[in-house]
């Protein structure tokens, strides 16, 4: 793969698990503070209180962390160890793939915990 090439797999999917991961630390530091239509974790159960949506928003912002982290890692190991056996775009694709995996997975942890920690408080 022509170095070109390989700095702007760098910078495009390295750059977006960067982003991720300074968004996750602003929402982990700076929670939305009460209930809104507008941003923060929104589910039917999360919503309902101020404690769920407290609760929610710290916890997806930590499983947002832990997975742009993780799959930052994986990216990195992938480039250095494949990026003369298999195409820039199959590389790419590959790790995007783990990026909309790691930000799905959020949504049932978040809620199972929540769940939890809602049979706890009644």
Known sequence: MPETDQIMVLLTVGGTYLLLILLSLFFYFKPPQTINSLYGY???????????????????????????VIGLLIFLVSF???????????????????????????????EIKLKKFEKSRS
């Open 42 to 68: 929104r589910t039917s159960r999360s919503m309902k209180n101020p404690e769920n949506w407290h609760f929610a928003n710290k916890l997806s912002a930590r499983f947002m962390i832990k997975g742009s």
């Open 80 to 110: 250095v160890f494949l990026k003369g056996q298999i195409a820039i775009s199959t590389l790419t694709l590959a790790n995007l793939i783990v990026l909309c995996i790691s930000l799905v997975a959020v949504i049932p942890l978040v």
